[in-house]
Nanobody, 118 residues
């Protein structure tokens, strides 16, 4: 069973940076899609960034140029580097992996809180 554990959230001032990590219990090599989502109070969960097994990345318009998604296959860990943080980035951030084919799954982590405040 695939399990994901996020870490790296916290309180940061506007303009600051954080790096979120998503440790997987299985090899992430070959996983079709790894993504970071966020959910702010009273809002729907939204995609922040994703990276495919081929390394293709996709970003929400609101984070382009500020956030970078990456993964380290040797560590079975994905990352979200967040720079120039704004108050509107405040949310719970969730890691997600999707795979399809012989082994299909859609797994979420429990989330990590990111708060951007003076």
């Amino acid at each position: 069973q695939v399990q994901l554990v996020e870490s790296g959230g916290g309180l940061v001032q506007p303009g600051g940076s954080l790096r979120l990590s998503c440790a997987a219990s299985v090899t992430i090599d070959g996983i079709k899609l790894m993504g970071w989502y966020r959910q702010a109070p009273g809002k729907q969960r939204e995609l922040v960034a994703s990276i495919s097994n081929l390394g293709s990345t996709n970003y929400a318009d609101s984070v382009k140029g500020r956030f970078t998604i990456s993964k380290d296959i040797s560590k079975n860990t994905g990352y979200l580097q967040m720079n120039s943080l704004k108050a509107e980035d405040t949310a719970v951030y969730y890691c997600n992996v999707k795979n399809w084919g012989v082994r299909s799954y859609d797994v979420w982590g429990r989330g990590t809180q990111v708060t951007v405040s003076p």
